[in-house]
Nanobody, 125 residues
Framework: QVQLVESGGGSVQAGGTLRLSCAVSGYNYGVYCMGWFRQAPGKEREGVASIFYLDDRTTYANSVKGRFTISRASSKTTLYLQMNSLKPEDTAMYYC??????????????????WGQGTQVTVSS
């Protein structure tokens, strides 16, 4: 079992920055991919960024390319999401996700084996 705990959310003004962290614990053998999803009220959960551990390839949603950066600690115990130039439309609950033995990225919500509890990001104009 893998446990994921997010932190770092908060309220910022447009143009601001936040850095989300996801602490990974438990038996994470075989976890090859991790990522960040977000869900705004009344909307479906969408993938934001993914990382493939075997070669550190990353993918991003078009809406965040150039503004967000996904990274991980070399120990694989922490996943990060650096969010710059935040916009009001980035307001959502952000979730950390992990997939065992994944073959490719970007991650799809239906393939996620483990979810964190979420951390709220609110961007005001």
């Amino acid at each position: 079992q893998v446990q994921l705990v997010e932190s770092g959310g908060g309220s910022v003004q447009a143009g601001g920055t936040l850095r989300l962290s996801c602490a990974v614990s438990g038996y994470n053998y075989g976890v090859y991919c991790m990522g960040w999803f977000r869900q705004a009220p009344g909307k479906e959960r969408e993938g934001v960024a993914s990382i493939f551990y075997l070669d550190d390839r990353t993918t991003y949603a078009n809406s965040v390319k150039g503004r967000f950066t996904i990274s991980r600690a070399s120990s694989k115990t922490t996943l990060y999401l650096q969010m710059n130039s935040l916009k009001p439309e980035d307001t959502a609950m952000y979730y950390c996700a992990a997939v065992r033995r994944c073959q490719s990225i970007p991650l799809l919500a239906a393939d996620v084996n483990y979810w964190g509890q979420g951390t709220q990001v609110t961007v005001s104009s």
